[in-house]
Each structure stands twice: as C-alpha cells, then as structure tokens.
C-alpha cells in the first residue's frame, strides 16, 4: 500500500510569487493535516481536514489557504510569498486515533 | 496550555550504548495521545508509537521502550544498543480531544538529535 504522498519534492518560488502543494492521502484516511517545519525546529500546525471541512487552523496568516477533494487528496496554497515562508512542508494523514502518518514532505525555498 | 518539552537538544553516544530520550507534556485534558515519531535525515516523520492518557503500560518494541509516568507528565523513549542507524532526529509530540474519526492536530517538541557513532 503506498503511503501519503507529496508533491513537489522541492520548490524555488520568488518572493510575492504563489504555491501550491498537494497530498495523496494513505487509501481509506479521511483526515489530511499540514505543518509546517523551519529548519531546527519542530513542526507547527497548519490545517486539518476531515471529510472535505476544515477542522482545525494554526496560528498562520491568511496567505495560508487549503482545501481536501472528495477523493481527500489535499491542496495548500500560499499566497504573496515571503522568505519566512521557507521551509519543509509535511502532510499528514489519519484514521481514528492510531496517529497521523507524514510524507516525505515538500521543501520549499522562497529566493 | 498544551506544550511539549524537549530539553535535550542533542545526545552523543557510542554504538551499543543504551540512550533515553526525554519528552515532558503539558496539557489539561484528561484525554490525550502521546507519540513518538523520527526524522531521518531524508526529512520524512517516521511514526514509532502512540500511547493515550488512560493506558500507563510501558512498551516494548525490539530495541525501543517507552516509559508514561502522568504522576510527572512523562514519556521518555529508550533505545537500547544504539546503532548508527538510530541517528535521526526524534520528536515527541501530544494530540489531545476525544474526536475519533481522526488524529486531532499535533503539538511537537523542539525535538532531540541523536548522534550514535560507530
């Protein structure tokens, strides 16, 4: 069975510019979360989905938007992109409470 | 609050050492899930264990053992033997609610990096 995927790998956006990430959730998950990581540090919390309605938002301006399909693949997309946008992007999938399970997440560097 | 402590930042070892990695949580429910994930450096989480606040049972799993102590809001991971293959970065992390249809969102620690060198 495959995992979550992610899509791009790795991404260089110019400052201003837009993005779109995207996520395959595991086969049978409902639930999709993002988090965003900055080098050094733990990951945070952006969205969760949960059957196409958002279920939860972390402490992120605006320019953050996401979106989960019927089939509850995942976009996220961020506006006006500034260099602090930089960093890994990490989906998560889930089932029940047995945990979230991570992609190999999309790097993304804002030049 | 919710809050998870890391207080090590980084740990050294030597191969076939046995290494414990502290985690402290803080949180006021009374439901709520613990975890452990590692972070090779390809970046991906790896999850390694999930343990919800009604169940103190320590855990075994081959060289991995947990310890949840909720008298001092613990879960410490460790590794016993340590390989080189165990370098990685480790996070400890704390989900709380009673929602079952899926894992409610994540609070990480800082994390640990583990250094085991041959």
């Known amino acids: 069975d495959a995992g979550v995927t992610q899509s791009p790998t790795h991404l260089i956006k110019t400052r201003g510019q837009h993005v779109t990430l995207r996520c395959s959730p595991i086969?049978?998950?409902?639930?999709v979360s993002w988090y965003q990581q900055v080098l050094g540090q733990g990951p945070q919390f952006i969205f969760q989905y949960y059957e196409k309605e958002e279920r939860g938002r972390g402490n992120f301006p605006d320019r953050f938007s996401a979106r989960q399909f019927p089939n509850y693949s995942s976009e996220l997309n961020v506006n006006a992109l500034l260099l602090g946008d930089s960093a890994l992007y990490l989906c998560?999938?889930?089932?029940?409470?047995?945990?979230?399970?991570f992609g190999q997440g999309t790097r993304l560097t804002v030049v | 609050a919710q809050k998870v402590t890391q207080a090590q930042t980084e740990i050294s070892v030597v191969e076939k050492e046995d290494v414990t990695l502290d985690c402290v949580y803080e949180t006021r429910d009374t439901t709520y899930y613990l975890f452990w994930y590692k972070q090779p450096p390809s970046g991906e989480l790896v999850f390694l264990i999930r343990?919800?606040?009604?169940?103190?049972q320590n855990e075994i799993s081959g060289r991995y053992s947990w310890n949840f102590q909720k008298s001092t809001s613990s879960f410490n991971f460790t590794i016993t033997a340590s390989q080189v293959v165990d370098s990685a970065v480790y996070f400890c992390a704390l989900s709380f609610g009673n929602y079952g249809g899926a894992t409610n969102k994540l609070i990480f620690g800082t994390g640990t990096l583990l250094a085991v060198q041959p």
């Open positions: 998560a999938s889930s089932l029940g409470q047995d945990g979230a399970f």
């Open positions: 086969s049978g998950h409902k639930s």
């Open positions: 343990r919800n606040s009604f169940d103190e």
